[in-house]
């Protein structure tokens, strides 16, 4: 019997940020996979700020055979207040632990596995997985070993999306190593949307090079590298989509640099299909816990150049579905951009084994099935 399972995540949609990224992208594939094979799935969404991107995903989850239910929580500009907010979700997921002790309860990001673990803790519920999605320089911290130390009293299994995700939990939490599986993501072939289309709204023209992104503008990502790459590479065009607490540095840097060759399109709910517009994908990130866009640019046959942070050589298999390029290493992101630019047959050709290997890692079915080995061998 497949056990069932509810799933913990906060969704939150406010002006200028994106409503989906890795994690809440990663974990709608999921539960629709899970439904799709016939188990009983529920999602207990911690909402913090509603809105009609939310509303559709969710409704379209129902319609996949998804339970859905809102735990809603309020907002607060103090951020004391808002934690006290947060903790009125506790009671909510404790109920439906006590409601529910044959279920895998698996949670998600720091505030759902927070309030997972609180409930469990009240509870004594002992099925309790929770998904680590970035490899966060911040759990190193006192306050983030101590909140681990926690979370591992109550924590059955843990599943990290990567190796270097596994490899940053061993080093720098508590968290006992063996209780640890390493689950990639699992991507669904997108589709191509028209590219002269893409480049007639941009503005852009259809034979120029452009280099793209779309990604949280947010420091972890070093998207200011880029535009200094493209400001020594005048002749390309960079797009970026996306939003964020660095959208105004960055259109600052880019005013600063005087650059025309560069296009800021904001928060998408569509992000990922803009990326068939791009001659290649740029993702200079300090730190990644797997990087979604690099495996949905694969799959959209665009080259990647990309640095060597985090999982991403793991994504690109150590470079040969890509470029790689040291974190911070401004002439090897020009070198890399400049060498694609010059020979586009090359990379093209070079794509289309990056999809191949994409599809048959990166696979929905398999992160499906063993997600479920998770909570098989737990329900043993």
């Known amino acids: 019997m497949i056990p069932p399972v509810t799933h913990v995540m906060p969704l939150a949609e406010q002006p200028g940020r994106n409503t989906f990224n890795g994690a809440e992208t990663h974990l709608l594939t999921l539960m ?24 559709a995903r969710l409704e379209e989850l129902r319609q996949a055979g998804v339970t859905v239910e809102i735990i809603a929580i309020r907002r607060h500009a103090n951020k004391l207040v808002h934690h006290l907010f947060k903790l009125a979700a506790i009671p909510a997921v404790a109920a439906h632990m006590r409601r529910h002790p044959d279920r ?5 990001l720091e505030m759902g596995m927070q309030v997972a673990a609180a409930a469990a803790a009240l509870t004594g519920f002992r099925r309790l997985v929770t998904t680590i999605h970035n490899n966060e320089p911040c759990y190193a911290n006192p306050r983030w070993q101590a909140t681990f130390r926690f979370l591992k009293a109550v924590t059955a299994r843990w599943i990290a999306i990567s190796h270097a995700v596994h490899d940053h939990l061993r080093t720098v939490t508590p968290i006992d190593p063996y209780r640890i599986a390493v689950i990639h993501y699992g991507v669904p072939q997108p589709p191509r949307p028209d590219r002269a289309r893409l480049r007639h709204d941009w503005g852009v023209a259809e034979d120029a090079f452009v280099v793209g992104v779309v990604a949280r503008l947010e420091p972890q990502k070093n998207l200011g590298l880029l535009l200094r790459a493209l400001h020594r590479l005048p002749p390309l065009h960079g797009v970026l989509v996306g939003g ?3 959208e105004a540095a960055l259109k600052r840097q880019a005013a600063a640099l005087g650059l025309s060759n560069v296009t800021f399109l904001g928060p998408r709910a569509d992000g990922p299909a803009q990326m068939a517009g791009f001659d290649a994908f740029c993702l200079p990130s300090h730190w990644e816990g797997l990087g979604l866009v690099l495996i949905e640019a694969m799959l959209q046959g665009v080259p990647v150049i990309a640095s060597r942070a985090g999982a991403i050589p793991e994504v690109l298999d150590d470079g040969r579905q890509g470029w790689l390029f040291e974190v911070d290493d401004l002439e090897g992101l020009v ?10 047959a090359q990379w093209a050709e070079r794509t289309e084994g990056a999809r191949d290997y994409a599809k048959a890692r990166f696979s929905v079915e398999a992160m499906r099935d063993k997600t479920l080995a998770v909570y098989e061998n737990l329900c043993r």
């Open 104 to 108: 895998v309860v698996h949670s998600h």
């Open 32 to 55: 629709t996979a899970q439904a799709a094979a016939g188990q009983d799935v529920t999602f207990l969404v911690l909402g913090l700020d509603d809105g009609p991107q939310i509303r």
């Open 335 to 344: 070198e890399g951009l400049r060498q694609m630019a010059a020979d586009r």
């Open 244 to 246: 964020g607490t660095e």
